[in-house]
């Protein structure tokens, strides 16, 4: 190769104090989605300390960067997330996602130095806010943020694995190379009918409340006939003011998830159906918002293999115990404009602890789940190189993903 992997390790460590400092301050200071001003200016502050030229307010987010080394060649770029949750704060340890990333950035970026001008690729670090619901890297893609990119990476912070289904210990499992996750297709419904008094005049009302309840009771009832790998769930937002006030509006705001975008979709049209037929029942007419959805996680394996490879032997597993998380991410979008990688990485936790809850949030700001991400961060480098040093594998990886989105159309039957 071109591209020194040891030179990438090396600019890693060279910078492991940066790292930490930015590390420890994000965590220190939670920022809901959209507001996370402190985490985007230290982020600025530090790489332009460091020499790079970086755009603030990337692409028209307020919370986004983007920093970008090179010229010419191949593009890589790693994402940083950096948003957090209400009430626990970095509940799902996104400081580690952005402390790996950066460190990626960082080992390229050293390596490319290394090679000289005459080595022609570009590596970009991008701040992608609001992960946590908000479908940040949702309004990066409608920016063009993704376009002609080869390859982008990030990994994030998960509880530690201590046995396989079968009872086979996995302690030794530190990393999960092809993470999957359920696309999420979320829409709000709103039913409106006909106020009336209650009492004195029921029959000249029109009740919503009516048509959100058997909405409800058809969806609880379409559950029995889904497949395992899918899930429904909503609430209701509206059902009325005053139980002598035949309610007028109602409102609920449900997601849908699936193993594909495609098949997502396709199940919504069903949770769909029984809210036209609530409306029917009731006289009401419905209406929808569709509110940001988040596609599946679909994960280059050759990218994977390559960070496996890159990886200390036996310590990475290609896919994870369970056949998919029960969660969705906007990263799954990122993975329908270009090949992408998104792994995630054990941190030590007590027991019964997983993502979103205070105790993850203590076990996000330990040394040791800083080394883990910065561990992780060296993996991600080296893959990158490979994207950008070796032309032949770059090229696989393009075609495999093309033939991935052919595949990704296909509904389930």
């Given amino acids: 190769m071109t591209l020194s992997p040891d030179a990438a390790r090396a600019g890693i460590d060279a910078k492991l104090s940066e790292l930490s400092a930015l590390n420890d301050y994000i965590h220190a200071n939670p920022e809901l989605a959209y ?3 402190k985490a985007h200016d230290k982020f600025f502050d530090l790489l332009t300390k460091l020499g790079f030229k970086v755009t603030p307010h990337a692409y028209g987010v307020p919370t986004s960067f983007l920093a970008e080394y090179g010229s010419g060649g191949r593009l890589v770029v790693f994402n940083a ?3 957090a949750l209400p009430g626990v704060g970095h509940a799902c340890g996104h400081n580690l996602i952005a402390t790996a990333s950066l460190a990626s950035f960082l080992g390229v970026v050293a390596a490319m130095r290394e090679a000289g001008d005459s080595f022609k690729g570009r590596v970009q670090l991008l701040g992608t806010p609001a992960e946590e619901g908000g479908g940040g890297k949702l309004k990066l893609i409608d920016a ?5 990119v080869d390859a982008c990476l990030m990994i994030h912070p998960a509880p530690g694995i201590k046995k396989l289904p079968d009872g086979t210990d996995a302690s030794h499992i530190r990393s999960v190379a092809n993470l999957t996750m359920l696309a999420n297709v979320k829409n709000k419904v709103f039913f409106t009918g006909r106020e009336s008094h209650a009492a004195m005049a029921p029959w000249q009302g029109i009740n919503a409340l009516d048509a959100v309840v058997l909405g409800y ?7 029995q006939q889904i497949r395992p790998i899918e899930r429904i769930h909503g609430v209701l937002r509206e059902g009325g003011k005053r139980p002598n006030v035949t309610p007028a509006h109602g409102a609920l705001e449900y997601y849908v998830r699936s193993d594909t975008r495609a098949n997502a979709e396709s199940l919504w049209r069903r949770v769909k159906n029984c809210f036209e037929g609530a409306a029917v029942a009731t006289g009401c007419t419905v209406e929808y918002e569709h509110i940001n959805s988040y596609s599946d996680l679909r994960a280059s394996p050759r990218l994977c293999r390559a960070y496996m490879d890159a990886m200390p032997k036996g310590t990475v597993a290609y ?3 369970t056949e998919f998380s029960g969660g969705s991410t906007d990263m799954g979008n990122v993975c329908y404009e270009c090949p992408g ?11 019964g602890v997983g993502n979103h809850t205070h105790g993850f949030t203590a076990s996000a700001s330990t040394k040791e789940a800083f080394d883990r991400s910065i561990a992780c961060g060296r993996g991600m480098a080296v893959a990158a190189l490979r994207v950008l040093d070796d032309a032949q594998f770059a090229a696989d990886v393009r075609k495999d993903w093309e033939a991935d989105m052919e595949l990704a159309k296909v509904e389930t039957k």
């Avoid at 063009?144 to 002609?148: L, P, V």
């Avoid at 990688?341 to 027991?351: D, S």
């Fill in 35 to 37: 507001e996370e001003v």
């Fill in 81 to 83: 997330e950096y948003d």
């Fill in 144 to 148: 063009g943020a993704y376009k002609g």
């Fill in 217 to 223: 009771n058809g969806v609880s009832m379409l559950r």
């Fill in 319 to 321: 896919k994870a115990p």
């Fill in 341 to 351: 990688f998104h792994g995630a990485f054990c941190i030590e936790t007590p027991p």
